[in-house]
């Protein structure tokens, strides 16, 4: 299970490489289209400098906390399933992707997709001084990212 925060952190990382010079400059739209795009890619999330570009801090420590969890015990530890596509199983390949930015913040998009099955996400994100971060997910039946990886603080 420790693929899931691989591979959450991979796509947001090579995302945000790809589609600006400078990551972490580009917008919330476009980090989300790239997260689903370059999903299939491979990154270690062990790298505090490579979180850093995708998320807050606060939720880039959550996730390195996970991480260290997964490599000490050998076990699933608060996560056990992939972060992007809110499952355990995914074909890594979405299908009809939308990104709308929603009228409840300027920084709160709905993303919503078709994997093994259709389900939306939405996504906040707040605006560092260099550049957009992501803060949280929000699943639709599950507890948010950031309540999952807070468990046992």
Request: net charge negative; glycine share 6%; aromatic share 10%.
């Amino acid at each position: 299970m420790k693929y899931a925060i691989f591979l959450a952190a991979m796509l947001i990382f090579t995302g945000c490489q790809s589609l600006a010079g400078k990551p972490g400059k580009i917008s919330p739209e476009n980090m989300i289209l790239k997260i689903y795009v370059e999903h299939k890619k491979g990154l270690d999330i062990g790298d505090k400098n490579i979180l850093s570009q995708i998320f807050t801090s606060e939720l880039a420590n959550l996730l390195l906390r996970e991480d260290e969890c997964r490599e000490r015990t050998r076990e699933i530890c608060n996560l056990e399933f992939d972060p992007i596509f809110a499952t355990q199983d995914f074909d890594g390949n979405p299908k009809d992707l939308v990104v709308v930015k929603m009228s409840s913040g300027p920084s709160i998009y709905a993303v919503t997709f078709t994997d093994i099955s259709r389900k939306t996400l939405i996504y906040e994100f707040i605006e560092t001084p260099d550049g957009w971060r992501i803060s949280n997910i929000i699943y639709p039946d599950k507890p948010s990212l950031k309540a999952i990886l807070s468990v046992g603080l």
